[in-house]
């Protein structure tokens, strides 16, 4: 399998404009998480979704972020307008659901966001 | 409130030299506890899963051990590829789904 599959690797943009983030999930993985990574807050999960449904967006900054997962293999994070307090890395991670115990998430390469 | 501490946030080790890192965690009903390395530039890498207090596992030169309260992660003799930021993350039962990430410790190995 490919592992996690995320693009753009790296955007620059400019204050105000829409980014669009991309994640492909490992084949066959129920859950799908999107992260956002700074030094200064560590990891940060999001949003997750279970089996394309969105269960938890408490992690959602405001409003201009959204996420969404049409289909098992594809989901999206943007944000409109950006702002450069969003620059981060964005990470996407799935799993599997095994009920009593947590599973392993797997982690994408990220995306590297600069807003300007 | 689930809380993840990792310490210390910074090691410096000679090659060769062993020492541990230290993942304390405060979850109402542990569902798994997670080591992860990641490298700059990269998405964190899974090492180890751990499920229940006295179990260990291995892989290289690495060694993670579980009690009720806390994780190590031994390093024995570390080279210098060994360089990276080691994550520890808790499941718990509030919610199996989420997992809850420590801000991580980073090590370098010096030749």
């Known amino acids: 399998d490919a592992g996690v599959i995320q693009s753009p690797r790296h955007e620059v943009t400019e204050m105000g404009q829409e980014v669009t983030l991309r994640c492909k999930p490992i084949?066959?993985?129920?859950?799908l998480f999107w992260y956002r990574q700074t030094m200064m807050r560590g990891l940060e999960l999001l949003i997750y979704?279970?089996?394309?449904?969105?269960?938890?967006d408490s992690g959602m900054p405001e409003d201009r972020f959204s996420a969404k997962m049409p289909n098992a293999s594809f989901s999206t994070l943007k944000i409109q307008p950006s702002e450069p307090r969003d620059s981060a890395v964005y990470f996407c991670?799935?799993?599997?659901?095994?009920?009593?115990?947590?599973?392993?998430?797997?982690f994408g390469p990220g995306t590297r966001l600069t807003v300007l | 409130e689930d809380q993840v501490t990792q310490s210390p946030e910074a090691l410096r080790l000679q090659e060769g030299e062993s020492s541990s890192l230290n993942c304390s965690y405060t979850?109402?009903?542990?569902?798994?506890l997670f080591w992860y390395r990641q490298d700059p530039g990269k998405g964190p890498e899974f090492l180890f899963t751990l499920y229940s207090a006295g179990e260990e596992k291995e892989k290289e030169r690495l060694k993670a051990t579980l009690t009720k309260k806390e994780s190590f992660l031994h390093i024995t003799a570390p080279k210098p590829e060994d360089s990276a930021t080691y994550l520890c993350?808790?499941?718990?039962?509030?919610?199996?789904?989420?997992?809850?990430f420590g801000t991580g410790t980073r090590l370098q190995v010096f030749p």
């Open positions: 979850v109402s009903g542990l569902r798994g």
């Open positions: 979704f279970n089996n394309n449904v969105p269960i938890d």
């Open positions: 993350a808790v499941g718990g039962s509030y919610n199996t789904d989420k997992l809850i």
């Open positions: 991670a799935s799993s599997l659901v095994l009920g009593q115990v947590t599973d392993t998430q797997y």
């Open positions: 084949s066959g993985h129920d859950y």
